[in-house]
């Protein structure tokens, strides 16, 4: 699966969504991030709009991921959710040396966290989302 189709089957896409935490397994090559997702939608009535449901999006067969710094005039200094967007990883950010050695069908991700000003990048074999109770 991608993270495009994973944002077409939900209400609305992953606009508005934010990671609670992220946790990297080492052993099993697997990277979640723990979000809230928007399931209300704009014709409903407040507070059932901004309505949100917890959920993992999983990365499975992590070949890297890293995290920049944040900006110096960003909020990271406040803890609590960190609201996101992504897109494809574009041609020559990813290191040409690495790029050379990925895996043909490695999936490429930039995420940018709104709240630090800055990115985490990723390259996986699969990506997933499920619903959580917490």
Not at 5 to 33: C, K, W
Not at 34 to 39: G, Q, R, S, T
Not at 59 to 75: N, T
Request: include cysteine.
């Amino acid at each position: 699966m991608t993270l495009e189709q994973i944002e077409e089957s939900l209400p609305n896409g992953l606009h508005d969504a934010e990671i609670r935490e992220i946790v990297m397994d080492y052993e099993h090559a697997r990277l979640t991030f723990a979000v809230n997702v928007l399931v209300g939608l704009p014709t409903e009535q407040n507070p059932d709009r901004e309505r949100c449901r917890p959920g993992a999006i999983v990365f499975e067969g992590v070949l890297f991921y890293s995290v920049e710094f944040p900006q110096v005039r960003s909020s990271f200094q406040h803890p609590g959710p960190a609201g996101f967007s992504y897109e494809r990883t574009s041609a020559g950010e990813i290191p040409e040396d690495l790029e050379k050695v990925l895996l043909s069908g490695t999936q490429s991700y930039s995420f940018f966290m709104r709240d630090w000003l800055s990115h985490i990048y990723i390259a996986a074999a699969d990506v997933s989302f499920l619903w959580s109770d917490r």
